[in-house]
């Protein structure tokens, strides 16, 4: 059996990657990073190092590389001859790849290939439905040769210290859960997946708890002028502003799915005590990444805000968490700066600085949640 894995970064290497060789796949990695190709084509073996309760080390083997840059023949082969298709390369970047998934799953079918397993691993709703949208664009037929199937996967792995190679260092926890209808009786196997009969609570969950709890770490922490993680939550205002924040979306998840307020608070409490892991060197530069694709509509913030707001319920927490993220001014990170240069732009100029409130957040003048984001886009 084989599994290709578009994405070798943190969490292909430090998650999926891991589970499907646990379930006896040969793992192939695509990815455009040539040095990280070339290091998997040359290594029989990288380690896998969990800090926390109860840490294991683990080692994977059985893998190779594709340059899906460089070696675009050589990619088309792999997903000929795939028997599980998964992504971890960023939600934004699905539209990248999709066109050679499309050309690639029309000359499976053309083969006489068998219907293959794709699921997008990324922090999004629904990622897997939309990366199978933009296949559809080029290859309508596509269904014929594919199931696609949404997925919810959730692991801390960090960015990794330099000079470590490809062993990658991951929290203990962990959990991917796959939607299992679209797959009937005959899913993948794979034993540390969770299969669910609807992922919607699971990923609404997942997004609006552990993300929207981490990334207004990292926006909070960043405006307190810290770098690690866990020590953003060692500050009492920071971790007040947090809980805050975790407050609104727990109302938001116990009031839309009916989970039950203890068991959402449990949930809250146990990812606190993942985040403040002092053994994980996460950073909140890597946290608040791509703080533009974090603040839009559906995302993180903006998602549960606009749906307590027009349920009259509060959210200024979380609009103050999108006021810390527009302050997120990392050198080296193209949205923040992107983020900036807009900003600059509108200052001072109150039209512009309300078409930019929808621009960005995709919330229109007339919604409830409008006048409270115009009122931190106009701070900053
Ligand atoms: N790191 C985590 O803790 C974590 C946990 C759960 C989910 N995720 C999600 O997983 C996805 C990846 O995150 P990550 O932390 O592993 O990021 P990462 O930057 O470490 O890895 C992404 C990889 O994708 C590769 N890539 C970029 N464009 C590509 C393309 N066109 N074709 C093939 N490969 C390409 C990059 O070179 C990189 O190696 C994101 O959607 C993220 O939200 C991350
Ligand atoms: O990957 P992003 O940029 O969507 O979000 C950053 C982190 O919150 C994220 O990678 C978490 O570490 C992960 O989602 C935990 O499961």
Redesign the pocket.
């Known amino acids: 059996m084989k599994a290709l894995h578009?994405?070798?970064?943190?969490?292909?290497r430090g998650f999926v990657g891991v589970l499907l060789h646990e379930a006896g796949y040969e793992l192939v990695f695509?990815?455009?990073?040539a040095p990280?190709i070339d290091a998997l084509n040359a290594q029989d073996s990288y380690a896998v190092h969990e800090v926390g309760f109860e840490a294991r080390d683990l080692t994977v083997t059985g893998f190779s590389g594709v340059n899906?840059a460089a070696d675009p023949q050589g990619l088309l082969e792999q997903i000929k001859t795939a028997d599980v298709i998964t992504t971890?390369?960023?939600?934004t970047?699905l539209r990248?790849?999709a066109p050679t998934l499309a050309e690639g799953l029309r000359a499976r079918a053309e083969a006489g290939g068998s219907t293959v397993a794709v699921m997008a691993?990324?922090?999004a709703i629904n990622a897997t439905d939309g990366l199978a949208e933009s296949i559809r664009e080029v290859y309508p037929e596509v269904d014929q040769i594919a199931i696609f199937a949404n997925t919810a996967?959730?692991?801390?792995?960090p960015n990794q210290a330099p000079g470590q190679g490809l062993d990658v260092t991951v929290e203990t926890y962990y959990e991917w859960a796959v939607e299992s209808p679209a797959f009937g009786e005959s899913g993948p196997e794979i034993p540390g997946v969770t299969w669910v009969e609807d992922l919607a609570p699971y990923i609404t969950r997942k997004l609006f708890t552990v993300n929207t709890g981490h990334a207004a770490t990292a926006y909070f922490g960043y405006q307190a002028g810290i770098s690690k993680i866990s020590d953003a939550l060692e500050d009492s205002q920071v971790r007040a502003k947090v809980e805050a924040v975790l407050g609104e979306t727990k109302a938001l998840l116990v009031e839309k799915f009916g989970f039950a307020p203890e068991v959402q608070q449990a949930y809250v409490d146990k990812i606190l005590t993942r985040f403040s892991n002092p053994h994980l060197p996460d950073t909140v530069e890597r946290v608040g990444r791509a703080p533009l694709r974090k603040i839009s509509h559906n995302e993180r913030f903006v998602g549960p805000a606009a749906e307590l707001a027009e349920r009259g319920m509060d959210a200024s927490a979380l609009v103050s968490a999108v006021g810390a993220a527009l302050g997120f001014d990392v050198a080296d990170d193209a949205e923040a700066q992107e983020l900036q240069t807009k900003l600059a732009a509108s200052r001072g100029d109150g039209a512009a600085t309300e078409l930019l409130v929808t621009e960005l957040t995709g919330v229109a003048a007339d919604h409830p949640l409008f006048p409270k984001l115009l009122e931190v886009f106009t701070a900053v």
């Open positions: 578009f994405g070798a970064g943190n969490i292909g695509a990815d455009v990073a990280l899906s971890a390369v960023g939600p970047v990248i790849i691993c990324e922090n996967v959730d692991r801390i792995v």
